[in-house]
T-cell receptor, first 117, second 113 residues
Framework: DSGVTQTPKHLITATGQRVTLRCSPR?????VYWYQQSLDQGLQFLIQ???????AKGNILERFSAQQFPDLHSELNLSSLELGDSALYFC????????????????FGAGSRLTVL | GQQVMQIPQYQHVQEGEDFTTYCNSS?????IQWYKQRPGGHPVFLIQ?????EVKKQKRLTFQFGEAKKNSSLHITATQTTDVGTYFC?????????????FGKGTLLTVNP
């Protein structure tokens, strides 16, 4: 157990639907990152929050949105789902997103596997 | 934007053989991290390198950070079946996007017992 909790572990839904993925960071970590992992695509950075504020944005589609709540848990909302959105979505947390040595080391959750049919 | 490239994409070895994966960044990195993802698992942090020319060892694994801080390598001596997985390097963004950790596409290592 890495200390980062992601729910649900698996999700099967239909095209056009909307889903919410949830993440609780490791205790003491203030920063949450979301990554998408598709077959042969590696880990694509989506978005990152620090203490409730958005800090960096990657290749996140407009149909996707995220937020980090006061208790530091985060949710990733995926809407108008398409077949190509099927992937493994990882949440990771770190102490601090800055460039200080060791502070931006990521602890990953087990992932949420989304299948869009 | 910043790009992090890894080669090779795949590597199959016989148990006992050595393995090396290389990582190159399009920009100078303040530090570089390495992660391992076992099949069906999630990425797990292995090590972080910070200094130019730094070399760190973890048992049979040797990590190097280039002098220019734009490349890195991971070398495994005498691979074992437990080394199977995908090895990723990752570097923080530069300038205003330094909070973003960009991962390479990884090198999938398979080991034949």
């Amino acid at each position: 157990d890495s200390g980062v909790t992601q729910t649900p572990k698996h999700l099967i839904t239909a095209t056009g639907q909307r889903v919410t993925l949830r993440c609780s960071p490791r205790s003491g970590d203030l920063s949450v990152y979301w990554y998408q992992q598709s077959l042969d695509q590696g880990l694509q950075f989506l978005i990152q929050y620090y203490n409730g504020e958005e800090r960096a944005k990657g290749n996140i589609l407009e149909r996707f949105s995220a937020q980090q709540f006061p208790d530091l848990h985060s949710e990733l909302n995926l809407s108008s789902l398409e077949l190509g959105d099927s992937a493994l979505y990882f949440c990771a947390s770190s102490v601090d997103p800055g460039r200080l040595s060791g502070a931006n080391v990521l602890t990953f959750g087990a992932g949420s596997r989304l299948t869009v049919l | 934007g910043q790009q992090v490239m890894q080669i090779p994409q795949y590597q199959h070895v016989q148990e006992g053989e050595d393995f090396t994966t290389y990582c190159n960044s399009s920009t100078t990195l303040s530090n570089i991290q390495w992660y391992k993802q076992r099949p069906g698992g999630h990425p797990v942090f292995l090590i972080q390198l910070v200094k130019s020319g730094e070399v760190k060892k973890q048992k049979r694994l040797t990590f190097q950070f280039g002098e220019a801080k734009k490349n890195s390598s991971l070398h495994i001596t005498a691979t074992q079946t437990t080394d199977v997985g995908t090895y990723f390097c990752a570097g923080p963004g530069s300038g205003g996007s330094n909070y973003k950790l960009t991962f390479g596409k990884g090198t999938l290592l398979t080991v034949n017992p």
